[in-house]
């Protein structure tokens, strides 16, 4: 399970304290599938940080009783004087797991060929999109968090990542955020809305579009 309760977040700005989130309450089952959508600058990303653990809050609680991933097919934490290899062997041994039996998972799944053992420096963002995906599938998390919408790599690719995530790993928690409506819908049984620093949860989707919908239009 995971629990926000009444979290806040603010941030320093030269014209005084910015109010992110105020009061934002929410509980996520093992299982539980929750779309939160919001436009452009509603906080999105700030909410992904803060249910990972990369930020914390202002004031409130942020309570994991599951192992929560970092965002899918963020590489922001690689190490990119390593390899994809050494990459792989660093991020297992976070996390306490041998390396050994991942290998071929990985190599298999990122089809990055012998450029695995050379150093993320040259690789393009696809590649390190699907390394970080292939990564973020060899650690056996509870609960998944996906900022935006998970495109990694042409639609063959899309295609091997939507099942490994979404029919393989369909008893898993995923939390996504979004402002792609349709997404989020097909994927989704609870549906939040980020608006103006508040949180609203709803369980019909005709209500959280509707409501979605007049908040972009009202900011």
Known sequence: MIRLVDLCKSYPTSQGPREVFRNINLTVAPGEKVGILGRNGAGKSTMIRLLSGAEQPTSGLVERRMSVSWPLAFGGAFQSALTGLDN???????YGIPWEDKLEYVQQFSELGAYLREPLRIYSSGMRARLAF????????DC?????VVAVGDARFHEKCHAELFEKRADRALIIVSHDANYVREHCSTLCVLSEGEMSTFSDPDEAFEFYHRAIHLQ
């Open 134 to 141: 292939a990564l973020s599938m060899v650690i056996e998390f």
């Open 88 to 94: 792989l062997r660093f991020i297992c041994r976070i």
């Open 144 to 148: 998944f968090l996906i900022d935006e």
